[in-house]
């Protein structure tokens, strides 16, 4: 069966004005596998401020879609754009059996159940179902961790098929680089005030940190008034990817687990030097010359991976900058993701 003949529905509750790599994914997957497909989009929209939906609004696209599946008529492929939701995978294989049922496991939707608390533990049981109700479901993981979580739950076809970045690269500045960078949402796993409150304090005060993106957390973003921060609110990609190659080092550092850790990524193709915590789907962007990577929570190894890259000549930033940025150009591109994942979609 040629690609173009597939007709794929693709179902997320991760979609703009929401802002996230969960949303750019869906976004630039669907985008780029439009013209090969024909694409059915299920999506629920994120709210104006670029933050999700609320809770209400997630149970009631939950339902919608469940008794919209009942009635629609098959597809070739079924795509659900987070592994969380595979109940309406479920109901979409029982409805119409020839379905070919696609999964993308991406970070937290994977790894919330390998903690130890009570709902963790539910959590686990919860994927652990949606393995035995979906033996012949295939899971794109974007980081070799995420692929190794979905086997541990039972699910037999996990595929590894990295994240992408379209960002473009920035002019290249040719100024002393100015401050750390921060981009993301404004959470605790995100690290941002770890950053300032633990780190600043051990480098020289002269080094601030600028901060892009979405408050999700009013106590996280408390942290923005403080005296070495300055807040840029949300950036379009052009500006963005000036903040990424004009800083010092942009700095990734989540505490929490990562599935990919899209920052990472289009920061080096954008120009700019990345340090990353040292664990999960993030080191893994940051292999091969990609990033730096630190010990996570560890605040004395995160300011001398600053000192450090601050102590480069300027032929040694260039090195690595180009070293850097050819890597993860050839890496993480989303005609490679479209590639990968209309191969998964016919085999």
Known sequence: ??????????????????????????????????DETALEIIALAGQDDGSAPSAASLIGFGLKTAV????????????????????????ANLRHRGTRII?????????????????????????????????????????TWITELANSYGFKDARHIPLA????????????????????????SKGTSFIVNEVLPHLPETLNLRVAGTIWDEEEGRILNHPRVRYLGKLDAKALAEEYAAALAVVVPSIAPEGFGLVAAEAAIAGGVVIASDHTGLSEVCAQGVGVVAKSENAEDWAEKVKAVAGWSASERAEFLARSHAEAQARYNWPRVATGTLRAYRT
């Open 103 to 143: 999964l993308s496991a991406h970070g937290s939707d994977l790894s919330y159940g390998q903690g130890s608390g009570v709902m963790a533990k539910i959590y686990k049981a919860y994927m652990k179902l949606g393995a035995l109700c979906l033996p012949r479901a295939v899971i794109l993981a974007n980081s």
């Open 165 to 188: 970045s379209d960002i473009k690269p920035a002019r290249r500045n040719n100024d002393i680089p100015r401050d750390l960078f921060f981009a993301g949402r404004i959470m605790p």
């Open 1 to 34: 069966m040629k690609t173009q003949n597939l007709s794929v529905r693709f179902i997320t509750r991760k979609w703009a004005p929401a802002m996230g790599g969960m949303e750019t994914y869906c976004l630039q997957l669907t985008d780029h596998i439009k």
């Open 68 to 91: 919209r599946l009942l009635t629609l008529p098959k597809s070739d492929v079924t795509h659900i754009s987070d592994m969380a939701s595979w109940p309406l995978a479920a109901i």
